[in-house]
C-alpha cells in the first residue's frame, strides 16, 4: 500500500500520524489510528471449534460480529491467550480488504509520530515497519496491512 498524495499533505499539516499505543508480550506497539475501531475491555469471546488456535473466537462489539484474535504468534512470540481465557482489551483492527478483534494487554495513548522520525527495528519482529524512541522507551510501529496479508490472516477473508 503506498502513500497517496492526501497522505503526504496530512503530514505536511498535521506533522506525522497519530498512533494508538498498546501494549502486547510486554512491548509497547503503535497501530496508526486509521486502522484502528472500537475497543472493549474484557468482552465476552465466545469460542468456535474447528478454528486455528490464534483465532480465540467471536464477540459482538457494537452491535457486529467479529473474530478475535492473538496475534502474538502471527508476530513471532508465544500465544499469549487461550479459547475460553478472559481477555483484557479487544481492538477492532481494519485491514485493506477486512477487519477484526485484536487482543491487547492495556490500551495506552494517543501519540503522533512524525514520518521522519520512525527508524528501522533493531528487533526482528515481523509486520513491524519501524522503531520510534522516546524517552528511553521504544515503540514498534505495526504494519496493519501487511499483517492482515499474511496466509494465516487471509484464508478467513
Known amino acids: 500500500m503506498g ?3 492526501f497522505d503526504e499533505v496530512h503530514e505536511e499539516i498535521h506533522g506525522g500520524s497519530r498512533y494508538l499505543l498498546v501494549s502486547m508480550a510486554e512491548r509497547t506497539f503503535g497501530i496508526d489510528v486509521r486502522h484502528i475501531g472500537p475497543i472493549v475491555e474484557q468482552p465476552s469471546v465466545t469460542p468456535v471449534p474447528n478454528i486455528p488456535s490464534f483465532i480465540l473466537g467471536v464477540c459482538s462489539i457494537h452491535g457486529a460480529i467479529h473474530s478475535v484474535v ?6 513471532s512470540f508465544a500465544p499469549r491467550f487461550d479459547a475460553g481465557d478472559p481477555v483484557p482489551y479487544v481492538a477492532v483492527v481494519a485491514g485493506p480488504e477486512f477487519s477484526c478483534g485484536v487482543v491487547v494487554e492495556s490500551v495506552g495513548e494517543l501519540l503522533r509520530i512524525p514520518s521522519a522520525a520512525i527508524v528501522d527495528s533493531d528487533e526482528t519482529v515481523p509486520y513491524v515497519t519501524g522503531t520510534y524512541h522516546r524517552d528511553g522507551d521504544s515503540v514498534l510501529v505495526l504494519d496493519v496491512p501487511a499483517l492482515f496479508q499474511c496466509p494465516e490472516m487471509t484464508q478467513f477473508r
Open 70 to 75: 492473538d496475534i502474538y504468534p502471527l508476530l
Open 3 to 5: 502513500v497517496s498524495r
